[in-house]
């Protein structure tokens, strides 16, 4: 009888149970493998999870002091805390950004906190782990200058290396408070005026102080000139001196303070000065503001002409032959004020001239009070000669 193959068998043949066993064997071998390594990779998956479970949660929360002005303190306190559950591993970095117009006072820290400022930004470090449930402060103090905006904000971030906070949200705090401005203007600003040398006449300007801010506030009056030796300061709102200082001035409210100068009696004529003022609040670094007036030295030109007319006032005589004797003849007295300000007190002396006699005096207009005495006239003028006016009176004289 005759057999069919064994499909299982490599060579188409019956297997026989040697080669049966040796297959059993084999498939129980491998099967121990898979189930040796099968526990490792499964113990490799959880570790690896584990590792990117957050250990630790940091957070920083920020609260900033009442009432911010100008020239004051601005406060903020830092809190900081981990939440964990486990601690957060340092380095840990606080970096706080303090407003435009606020500078650095002090920054210091509870614990183990190490910090230093440049420029708006202070940097806290806590250099080992930071531990569960374990609050700390951080507390800025600020100076609130004059360039600071009605509105300021202040942000504080805490951060560290690694994948271990569990919550980035409340790593960062920021808090926003209103400023009460202070400020201050002072006028007139670039004003002009010309003087005469005092000669022991002082003069006054009147500066007008305006409180801008929003608060209440007193203010310190200094008064200076540049370039010293054209104008002296004589007083500032009744004080004696350059200085002086305001009582309180409401928002909106002015105060008008008069300043007395001096104009030097031996000043160049043309020689100029600036007059300043300037009103600063008493509160430090708060506001300031100054006003200017540019003192220019000036001087009447006084000149004087004499010419000889006939006694009609109209015709003029040229040359000595060209009068007679016991003719009546006027000389015309011309004053005129060709400098850059008013003069006063114009006084005319003229002698009268031995080949003439002195018969009557005729003003231009009202203003002149002219007498002889001695063989000499005198013509007082009242008021003022303008700058650039002239004035004259005839003299009538018959020849000798």
């Known amino acids: 009888m005759s ?17 049966r066993s040796r297959g059993a064997a084999a498939v129980a071998a491998l099967a121990s493998v898979v189930l040796a390594l099968t526990p490792s990779r499964a113990r490799a998956s959880t570790d690896e999870t584990a590792a990117l479970v957050p250990k630790s949660d940091m957070q920083v929360t920020a609260v900033a002091s009442a009432g911010f002005a100008t020239g004051g303190n601005a406060t903020y306190t830092l809190t900081l805390d981990n939440n964990g559950p486990q601690g957060a591993a340092g380095p840990i970095t606080l970096t706080n950004t303090l407003p435009a117009g606020l500078t650095y006072t002090s920054v210091t820290g509870t614990g183990s906190w190490t910090c230093s400022t440049l420029g708006q930004v202070a940097t806290c470090t806590w250099a080992g782990t930071y531990n569960k449930n374990a609050p700390t402060t951080i507390t800025i103090v600020a100076l609130i200058t004059s ?36 400020s201050v203007a002072t006028t007139p600003d670039g004003a002009t005026v010309s003087h005469l040398p005092s000669n022991g006449t002082n003069y006054t300007q009147t500066f007008v102080v305006t409180n801008t801010g ?8 200094v008064a200076s000139v540049a ?45 100029s000065a600036t007059l300043t003022l300037t009103a600063t609040s008493i509160v430090t670094n708060a506001a300031s503001d100054a006003g200017d007036l540019t003192v220019t030295v000036t001087r009447a030109g ?15 005589v040229t040359g000595p ?18 400098g850059g300000a008013p003069a006063s007190a114009v006084t005319v002396s003229d002698p009268i001239p031995g ?36 004035r004259y009176f005839w003299i009538r004289v018959r020849v000798k």
């Open 147 to 182: 360039a600071a905006p009605a509105s300021v904000t202040n942000v504080a971030t805490v951060s560290y290396p690694g994948l271990d906070d569990a919550n980035l949200t409340n790593n960062t705090a920021s808090t926003t408070s209103a400023v009460t401005v202070r």
């Open 214 to 221: 929003g608060i209440s506030d007193s203010y310190t009056l």
């Open 321 to 338: 032959a060209g009068v007679s004797v016991g003719e009546y003849v006027q000389y015309r007295v011309t004053v005129t004020n060709g």
């Open 3 to 19: 057999r069919h193959p064994d499909p299982a068998s490599p060579r188409g043949g019956v297997r026989s149970s040697a080669a």
């Open 302 to 316: 006084i000149t004087m002409t004499k010419a000889l007319y006939r006694d009609d006032q109209t015709t003029l």
């Open 227 to 271: 370039p010293a030796g054209v104008v002296t300061v004589v007083s500032v709102a009744g004080v004696a001196g350059s200085t002086a200082t305001t009582t309180p001035v409401a928002t909106g409210g002015t105060r008008s303070v008069a300043v007395v100068y001096s104009v030097a009696t031996g000043a160049a004529t043309g020689a």
């Open 355 to 390: 080949q003439v006699t002195y018969d009557s005096a005729i003003p231009d207009a009202a203003g002149w009070t002219i007498a002889t005495a001695s063989g000499t006239l005198t013509a007082n003028l009242a008021g003022t000669l303008a700058a650039g006016a002239s």
